[in-house]
T-cell receptor, first 113, second 115 residues
Framework: DVKVTQSSRYLVKRTGEKVFLECVQD?????MFWYRQDPGLGLRLIYF???????EKGDIPEGYSVSREKKERFSLILESASTNQTSMYLC????????????FGPGTRLTVT | AQKITQTQPGMFVQEKEAVTLDCTYD???????LFWYKQPSSGEMIFLIY??????QNATEGRYSLNFQKARKSANLVISASQLGDSAMYFC????????????FGQGTELSVKP
C-alpha cells in the first residue's frame, strides 16, 4: 500500500520562527511536491522536486524553501513564519513516468500566531 | 485564465442516486492527463480516477466513471449509487505533459449525500 507521511498533523508556531515540515514516501517515487490549501483558493503548488538535490519553484514559492537530500524525503522550510502562512500544507509524490498520479500525505495544519 | 474550472461549489444528492460533478479544462497540449481526487473532512487527498488524452474509452473505477468529451474539453466525474461516505470535496486536476509531473487543480466541488 502506498504511503506518504507528514511529520505533524497540527502545528502552532509563532511569527518569526523557522518551521520545518517533513514529508516521507515509501514508494520509491522520483517526484515530490508541496502544496498549500486555503479555502476558496484550492491547492497551490509551492515547490516540487524531480530528483534528489533538485528543486523547482511552483506558483507561490515566496517565503518558502525546500530540501531533498534523500529520494524518500522532501522538507518544506518556512525561514521566518508569518501569519499569512497559516494554512493546510499537503505533500505528494508520484512516479516520473506513466500516469504520474500523485499520492498525498494526511496534511499538516499550520497556525502561525 | 483558469485552466481547470469546476462550476459547482456545492452539490446535494440523495443516497443511492447517481451524481455528476462537472469539470472543464483548458490546454493547447495534445498530450495530457486528467485526474479526480476526493478529500474527506479528514483532509487527505485520495486519488480516484485517471483519463489520458489519448484514451478512447472513458475511464471507470468501481462506482466512479469519467465522462471524457475531448472536443468540449470536459472531464466530468460520475458517481453511481451514492453512499453517505461519498460526502467530501472533489477536485479535478490536469497534468500537461510538457510541464512534467505538475498537476493543476480546480477549486473543488463539495458533495453532500443525504440519507
Amino acid at each position: 500500500d502506498v504511503k506518504v507521511t507528514q511529520s505533524s498533523r497540527y502545528l502552532v508556531k509563532r511569527t518569526g520562527e523557522k518551521v520545518f515540515l517533513e514529508c516521507v514516501q515509501d514508494m520509491d517515487h522520483e517526484n515530490m511536491f508541496w502544496y498549500r490549501q486555503d479555502p476558496g483558493l484550492g491547492l497551490r503548488l509551492i515547490y516540487f522536486s524531480y530528483d534528489v538535490k533538485m528543486k523547482e519553484k511552483g506558483d507561490i514559492p515566496e517565503g518558502y524553501s525546500v530540501s531533498r537530500e534523500k529520494k524518500e524525503r522532501f522538507s518544506l522550510i518556512l525561514e521566518s513564519a508569518s501569519t499569512n502562512q497559516t494554512s493546510m500544507y499537503l505533500c505528494a509524490s508520484s512516479r516520473a513516468g506513466g500516469r504520474r498520479e500523485q499520492y498525498f500525505g494526511p496534511g499538516t495544519r499550520l497556525t502561525v500566531t | 485564465a483558469q485552466k481547470i474550472t469546476q462550476t459547482q461549489p456545492g452539490m446535494f444528492v440523495q443516497e443511492k442516486e447517481a451524481v455528476t460533478l462537472d469539470c472543464t479544462y483548458d490546454t493547447s497540449d495534445q498530450s495530457y492527463g486528467l485526474f479526480w481526487y476526493k478529500q474527506p473532512s479528514s483532509g487527505e487527498m485520495i486519488f480516484l480516477i485517471y483519463q489520458g488524452s489519448y484514451d478512447e474509452q472513458n475511464a471507470t473505477e468501481g462506482r466512479y466513471s469519467l465522462n471524457f468529451q475531448k472536443a468540449r474539453k470536459s472531464a466530468n466525474l460520475v458517481i453511481s449509487a451514492s453512499q453517505l461516505g461519498d460526502s467530501a470535496m472533489y477536485f479535478c486536476a490536469m497534468r500537461e505533459d510538457n510541464q512534467g509531473g505538475k498537476l493543476i487543480f480546480g477549486q473543488g466541488t463539495e458533495l453532500s449525500v443525504k440519507p
